[in-house]
Every structure is written in C-alpha cells, then in structure tokens.
C-alpha cells in the first residue's frame, strides 16, 4: 500500500493516551481508520436492508431483464425514485 504524509490536528490529551496503545502513531491511525470504514460500510449495508421491500419484481428477474436490456437501474434512497440510465 502506497503510503501518504498527512497533518491532523488533536487534542493533545488525546494524542498523549496513544503513547500507552501503541508508539507508532502511523500505524495506530491507520488501524483505527481501517476499523472506522469497515464499521461504516456494515452501517451502509445494514441501512440497506428492507430498501427493496416494495419493488414488485422478483429480484432475480429483473436482474436477468435490466442485463438484457443493457440497462442499469440507480436508485436514490430512502424514497426509492427510480430510475433507468
């Protein structure tokens, strides 16, 4: 992985509790960073859940069909607008 020089800004109390985690400050903001996105997308995929619960075509199908047709469907959400591009 490319590595990337960065200036943040924290609380100097903050910064002074890592030293008794880990003394390598890149390495503790990365994990904590990696861990902070993979909660996140779990957030986005369990908010996900019930998005399709009024569609009307069985999932698979319109799958099948909207490949056919070599279309592709965007949904805005929540109010599930949708639309063909």
Do not use: C
């Not at 990337?4 to 609380?11: E, F, G, N």
């Not at 997308?41 to 569609?55: H, M, P, R, T």
Request: hydrophobic share 40%.
């Amino acid at each position: 992985m490319a590595m990337l020089k960065k200036t943040v800004s924290i609380p100097k109390e903050l910064f002074a509790q890592t030293k008794d985690i880990n003394s390598n400050f890149s390495t503790l903001i990365t994990l904590t960073l990696q861990e902070y996105i993979r909660q996140k997308k779990i957030e986005k995929a369990l908010a996900s859940f019930g998005s399709w619960k009024n569609f009307k075509e069985d999932s698979v199908k319109y799958v099948n069909r909207t490949r056919k047709e070599g279309k592709r469907l965007v949904i805005t959400h929540p109010m599930l607008n949708l639309k063909y591009i």
